[in-house]
């Protein structure tokens, strides 16, 4: 836990840790913050309480940043840091998630957040978290380090005349019960191995799914309803996960996934069908309306392919910021991911010592016969012959499997790689592919 602090700043306010006693306070601000109608706010004020309770399994009250006015004892100014484990082709590695980052519009353009952004990228580095990862609007996170690296969302969708019939006379072939704790270990079978399409993904460990079934308020924005997926023999063949409140308009489902003896195909017609009546439902109870219906699965899933023709919509996907301030940490942690590559490659047991410029620094691989020895950051004096050139924060689209290297290069000409052998070379060691986080929240 971060040390104690309360200090005053020079406009006079305080910033100091958050506290169970400031929950109501906390949750009333960030859901005027927030909130953009009335059930948006509610679940943003739900998803503080919880977090600031010390209920949840990552997170502790004091995770939380507070700036007051010492004048009217309000918060002016709050943000948080969810720390948890996600994995890069299976390898885990530490990630704070900065979150519900918020100034009242009477304080803004004050510096508050970048002055809490810099407590909470300390207690990064007391955590050995080697990635910051955080949702939000456009460009404005850039400003501290962070680049849009990272898919995020994205799916299909279509409307009430896609959704497929049962044939007349025909019995519902699948059915949908919530999820019990008991069930836990054949969800978390079931995530793990649709973890595997991922490059990069989010552990999810017995206590977390403990509390997502169990522990979080009822309209949490980030809780999801976890319902298991069964056939008329009553055999758990797969699970859901359902938002608790409307997206607007839309009926979202946001996990999807089956065991391997289940067939896609076969199970997906009775997801649409349920999931059309469960947002009737919500739509009733919340004042929303329903006209669309859609899986936000990531960029990629293997139900879109079966559900073509009833999810006609394709939604592109929006991105993570990440940071990674000891980026040869980063590379040193993942090193068996890089080996295998190359082994797996034309390049396969590798001489050679890569030199990427980030043309003020730069980073250093070297490689023996296919191993990785040593990864070191470099000065500008060092960065001779390099093998590539990347403008700063750019080789993060390449390292997490964003963008290739001609890619990277259409976006911006001073990113590219000296020869074409250096360019294969690095689409090798980093391969571009999809991924899907469910961060915990």
């Known amino acids: 836990m971060a040390e104690k602090y309360s200090r005053r700043l020079d406009n006079g306010l305080i910033i100091r840790h958050g506290a169970p006693a400031d929950g109501e306070a906390l949750a009333k601000f960030n859901r005027e913050i927030h909130g953009e109608d009335e059930w948006d706010g509610k679940g943003v004020a739900d998803w503080t309480l919880d977090l600031i309770s010390g209920q949840a399994p990552t997170f502790a009250p004091d995770d939380f940043t507070i700036v007051e006015d010492p004048q009217t004892g ?18 885990p590695f530490k990630v704070g998630r900065p979150e519900l980052v918020g100034t009242h519009p009477d304080y803004r353009r004050r510096g508050l957040v970048r002055q809490q952004f810099e407590i909470l990228h300390g207690w990064r580095a007391e955590r050995g978290e080697l990635v910051q990862a955080i949702t939000g609007i456009p460009y404005y996170y850039r400003q501290f380090g962070y680049e849009m690296t990272l898919n995020l969302g994205g799916g299909r969708s279509g409307w009430e005349e896609n959704i497929p019939p049962l044939k007349e006379g025909q019995a519902e072939p ?41 522990g979080k308020r009822k309209y949490n924005i980030n809780r999801r ?40 195909a076969d199970v997906t017609p009775s997801v649409l069908r349920f999931l059309w009546g469960h947002g009737e439902a919500l739509a009733q109870e919340q004042g929303q309306k329903q006209t669309t219906v859609g899986f936000w699965l990531g960029e990629e899933h293997p139900a879109y392919s079966v559900a073509a023709a009833n999810l006609p919509r394709v939604h592109q996907p929006y991105a993570y910021y990440l940071r990674v301030p000891d980026l040869a940490g980063f590379l040193t942690q993942v ?14 047991n590798l001489t050679q010592v890569i030199k990427l410029s980030f043309y003020r620094e730069g980073i250093s691989l070297s490689f023996k016969e296919g191993q990785l ?34 890619e990277l290069h259409h976006i911006r000409v001073d990113c590219y790689a000296k020869d074409e052998p250096s360019r294969h070379l690095l689409d090798a060691l980093f391969p571009k592919k999809f991924s899907e986080v469910w961060p915990i929240s």
């Open 74 to 91: 309000a918060i002016v100014s709050s943000c948080c840091t969810i720390s948890q484990v996600w994995t890069y082709a299976g390898i």
């Open 174 to 214: 699948f059915t949908f019960s919530l999820a019990e704790p008991a069930d836990i270990p054949f969800l978390m079978a079931l995530y793990d191995r649709g973890c595997e399409r991922s490059l990069i993904s989010a552990q999810w460990d017995e206590a977390l799914w403990a509390y997502e079934l169990t």
């Open 225 to 264: 309803d976890i319902y298991l997926i069964q056939d008329q023999a009553g055999k758990k063949v797969g699970f859901i996960g359902l938002p608790p409140i409307k997206w607007g308009n839309k009926s979202a489902l946001t996990l999807y996934e089956i065991t391997p003896e289940a067939s896609w």
């Open 335 to 348: 090193k068996p991911a890089l080996e295998q590559r190359l082994a797996q490659s034309a390049f396969a």
């Open 373 to 406: 020895v040593e990864v070191v950051d470099m000065r500008a004096g060092d960065l001779e012959d390099p093998t590539a050139c990347f403008p700063p924060l750019m080789f993060l689209h390449l390292l997490f499997g964003h963008r290739t290297m001609a």
